[in-house]
């Protein structure tokens, strides 16, 4: 705790900070002396800037000009040879559009000419005549080397070529990733969750990213117990790790992984002795058929992994009156290229941040609640192998290589011995946040958010490989900015801590600045687990980036020889997207390659984390190809996103998903369609009205693109209902899965329904779309509002 007390009172001025940028530059914090000879210049600047407009704006003033030329003081006139270009395009308050047409007037205005003297002999003249060549020799040497070194001489991007974001992204080379790839796996065997976070920060200092800052927090860690689980079979007395190896100390040092690792992060833990009885994928139909056949109090479920989100079946289990739960992967489930037969795996059952501090952030003083455990059941990931022991069942393929599922007959009985054995401690979790800041709006955020490696959890590679990309990006865009660019919006990149036990590092930062990320944040791209396997890209975005996607992808598509098609889907998806997709309503994106064979079988077997080796990933991309694809595609949206006058959102697909959702044979959905209706309605009337206009160059306003960006950046927010079923987005514009279109809370709900006489559970989820709807609806129609207004007023 003495690291975590010295490090977030930094976190609450960054807080600040982040907040501040947007008010003005000469006002900055103490301490924050990176930006602050350039700010104070920066901030003279605008202050006599905007001063000097508002006299150019009175009736008069060019008589007024003319008057009092004969009176004008030199003691200032050096600032005409101050270089203005480098100084004026910080923040205009008319907006960078306008100042881009007035720069020319703008400097014609006040280059001054100096008094008349007919009264100076000549060595007077030539006194002056001398003193003031000098001075404009050097005036002129100050000002080349002023334009030469000073940073803050930016490009603003409303001027730049189309072609920059090729130029930008053409430097990131795939043998960099792999570079970056390997130094990073070298590091995984520290204990330390401190030491990567330094790392990471030493690299993206290194490459001249701004006020990169090592964040803190104390949460509390469900970690492996100080010996493994065991399932002991009552018939035979044969005890088994998790693994499916034998007990014994022999077996274990063979076995070719730690069985310390292949627990579920916060179940309970106990011994439990009862009958095993198989649910399938315990679904509502699943248990309602094992229920009627058998009494499930205190037993233990046979459970596969797969279908719907595992918190969700583990709240029916508990609800049923299970005491334990044996969690698998049947492999008829996996591409068969995956062996993974006898491997267990790690869970968790953390819906996300600090258990100890549910929706605050655990920050010094924060109140902790005593939550060792997130369920009563005793929750046990095992390997295919040890439930093929259980069944007594061999291979789970037949000789035709049609596979068998694993399944245990109805009619037998297996009693067995479940020992689960965890800890729960207080263990810092680390963020390595680093800010590119914005040129024309600093106060709009885009997030750019990967993980690192945190002790005690699997995956390792997935996060080198997520932070290789990271890197790589960050290279290409700091190449850039040193040669005097700057992105019109701050880009923040986050590396995130703890994201194996639920997502916590991310959760924590999010809860910390809530109020600002609510106001600033205006999308969320993920780099999780960017290379999964090699034949299919995967992207999942928000509706209302989807076009954006397809735009990217067909563009790239272009420049190879293979193209495969490409199916853009809003899906749920595993990482630290979670916060700001269900918390804060935030547009997101992420890219990533699978195996085609695992899209096409049941959802939801990613929350799994099997014990990978560095080989894995070079086996399935030797040459960082994908790797290189997917930080360009990513690299593109980012650019795009934090570049674009007009944010790239699109209202209609909002409102054409919302009708899609609605489409089939679906009880009491009357109503929602006539609001449905109405949403596209006002969605198209904004796109046609509102968002065409202001894509025009010639027609685009400063202050109405600021309005139309804000509402834009928070359509989202109103598809954020109060409550959902455990492991269901809170965000209802997101699918369980591709199979099904429908909202999922209305299908949950659906099939609750169906054995209870009561619909009371329908009813409340029906209410909770048709207010989202409605919300969405009243929003367009006051944003149409507001911008006519706005035009009333100004003729």
């Known amino acids: 705790m003495g690291e975590n007390e010295a490090t977030l009172p930094n976190t609450s001025l960054q807080g600040k900070k982040m907040a501040y940028h947007k008010v003005s530059a000469d006002q900055r914090a103490p301490g924050h002396s990176q930006f602050l000879d350039n700010d104070d210049l920066q901030g003279t600047a605008l202050d006599l800037e905007w001063d000097m407009e508002k006299e150019l704006e009175e009736p008069g003033f060019e008589q007024f000009q003319m008057d009092s030329t004969e ?37 014609a205005h006040y280059a001054r000419p100096a008094p008349k003297s007919g009264h100076c002999n000549f060595c007077h003249l030539l006194k002056i005549l001398c003193t003031t060549t000098i001075l404009f020799i050097l005036g002129i040497v100050i000002g080349y080397y002023a334009r030469k070194n000073c940073p803050s001489s930016v490009t603003p991007s409303g001027t730049v070529n189309p072609q920059l974001y090729q130029e930008i992204l053409k430097t990131i080379q795939a043998e960099d990733i792999k570079k970056s790839f390997r130094h990073f796996t070298q590091l995984d065997e520290s204990e330390d969750d401190m030491e990567i976070s330094k790392q990471i920060k030493t690299h993206w200092t290194s490459l001249g990213l701004e006020d990169v800052q090592v964040v803190n927090y104390s949460a509390l860690l469900s970690l492996p117990g100080p010996s493994p689980s065991t399932v002991t079979l009552n018939s035979s007395g044969q005890c088994f790790h998790p693994n499916g190896q034998p007990c014994s100390q022999k077996a274990r040092e063979g076995s070719g992984q730690n069985p310390l690792y292949s627990y579920a992060a916060y179940s309970a833990r106990g011994t439990l002795k009862a009958e095993v009885i198989d649910v399938s994928y315990g679904t509502a139909d699943d248990l309602k058929r094992i229920k009627g056949m058998k009494n499930v109090t205190n037993q233990i479920a046979l459970l596969k992994l797969g279908k719907l989100p595992l918190l969700y079946k583990i709240s029916l289990l508990e609800k049923a009156g299970f005491g334990g739960v044996l969690l698998y992967i049947d492999p008829c489930d996996l591409p068969k290229t995956a062996n993974l037969s006898h491997d267990a795996f790690m869970v968790s059952l953390n819906p996300g941040g600090d258990p100890s501090t549910p929706g605050y952030p655990s920050v010094d003083g924060s109140f902790r609640q005593s939550r060792w455990n997130l369920t009563p059941l005793l929750v046990q990931p095992v390997s ?12 789970a393929r037949t000789q035709n290589d049609v596979c068998s599922p694993l399944e245990l007959p109805n009619n037998e009985k297996r009693v067995v011995s479940l020992q689960v054995q965890t800890v729960t401690k207080f263990k810092p979790v680390t963020n390595v946040v680093g800010y590119l800041r914005g040129f024309a709006s600093p106060d709009r955020y885009v997030i750019v958010g990967s993980h690192h490696h945190t002790a005690h959890s699997f995956n390792a590679p997935a996060w080198a490989s997520s932070t290789a990309v990271m890197l790589a990006f960050i290279r290409a865009l700091t190449f850039r900015v040193e040669r005097g660019w700057r992105p019109d919006r701050t880009i923040v990149f986050c590396s995130w801590g703890g994201t194996a036990f639920g997502n916590i590092g991310s959760y924590e930062w999010g809860e910390d600045f809530k109020k600002v990320l609510q106001k600033n944040a205006v999308a969320y791209i993920g780099l999780h ?9 995967h992207p999942v975005a928000s509706p209302s980036l989807q076009q954006l996607l397809v735009e990217k992808n067909n563009f790239n598509c272009t420049r190879r020889a293979q193209c495969p098609e490409t199916n853009v889907s809003s899906v749920q998806i595993q990482g630290d997207a979670d916060y700001f997709i269900n918390h804060l309503g935030v547009p997101t994106v992420q890219f990533a390659y699978e195996d085609i064979k695992a899209l096409e079988g049941p959802s939801f077997l990613s929350e799994a984390l099997f014990p990978r080796h560095a080989t894995d990933i070079e086996e399935m991309d030797p040459f960082f190809n994908l790797h290189e694809t997917i930080t360009k595609l990513s690299g593109e949206v980012i650019l795009r996103i934090a570049n674009e006058p007009v944010l790239p959102f699109n209202a209609l697909d909002i409102a054409l998903e919302v009708q899609n ?5 679906q009880p009491d959905a009357h109503q929602l369609l006539v609001l449905a209706s109405r949403l596209r309605e006002s969605a198209e009337l904004f796109q046609s009205e509102e968002m065409r206009p202001a894509n025009d160059p010639k027609e685009r306003a400063p202050s109405r693109v600021r309005m139309l960006n804000d509402v834009l950046q928070d359509m989202e927010k109103n598809f954020l209902v109060r409550q959902v079923p455990p492991g269901f987005y809170r965000n209802i514009l997101y699918h369980l899965d591709e199979k099904k279109s429908q909202f999922s809370t209305l299908v949950e709900a659906w099939e609750h329904c169906k054995p209870l006489a009561s619909n009371e559970t329908l009813q409340e989820a029906l209410s909770e779309v048709l207010n989202s709807i409605n919300s969405a609806q009243v929003y367009f129609k006051a944003g149409l509002d507001v911008f006519e207004s706005v035009l009333v007023e100004k003729n």
């Open 529 to 537: 687990s960017p290379v999964r396997g090699n034949s299919s890209l």
């Open 384 to 395: 295919a192998s040890l439930v093929a022991k259980l069944i007594s069942s061999g291979k």
């Open 661 to 665: 959702n609605l489409k089939g044979d």
């Open 71 to 107: 009176n004008q003081n030199l003691g200032h006139s050096e600032t005409a040879d101050l270089n203005l270009d480098s100084i004026q395009p910080a923040i205009s308050p008319k907006g960078r559009f306008q100042r881009l047409q007035e720069e020319s007037d703008y400097i």
